[in-house]
């Protein structure tokens, strides 16, 4: 599998809080079948973490996970939270899009409605494509709203964890993905919070076939490692 959204890196968000405990994230990861992770650190008000301390943190993690003989390939992105200058920031390079390509993780309020489509819009119309970060989290993201969303050209991405809940709390996710409108399906991984990828894959497969597993898990995301 391939994650492609993950708070892997150390240091830098509410997500790993040092090294040992990424180094720890990751060996549960390829545990569970992960052989490529998109490490994507938040770029929101409580975290406008320098692009210089990302980039050292990576070549750390890097280093230390080669060390440590894991065999997964890590690569850098960002889940930057919608805000009105991204495009400028963006395209002035002060932002990690997934690894160097057009393709961008963008986040927006859980609780608070904003206008999806809006910055979908504005994104592609300078050249970018979003994909939209866990739409299952948005009380006010329907399936109408996701698929307006495609239909502008963006991307959408849902948590595995919800997919291994209880029937009421997958009941969403399996929504998205129930009506062919889910593109990935990512762990967000958190250390405070356990990582379902194995387990999601397995709920996947069962009620949706192999075939929709491994274009959600794995296929999908490969556009975004240059495979
Ligand atoms: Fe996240």
Redesign the pocket.
Known sequence: MIDI???ILPEV?D?SKNIEQSLEMLKEAERQGITDIIL?P?YRHEYLTKKEHIEKNFAQLKTAAKEHDINISLYLGQ?IFAFSDMVKSLSAGKLFSMNDTKYV?V?FAAKQEMDISETVYMLKANGFIPIV??IDRYCYADVETAREIKEIGGLIQV?ATPICGSIFHRGKTMSFIKEGLVDFIAS?A?YSRSSDMLKAYKVVSKKFGEETARKLFTENAKVLLHK
């Open positions: 959204h993950s708070h968000d997500g994507t938040h889940e993780l986040e970060a866990h948590n967000d958190h």
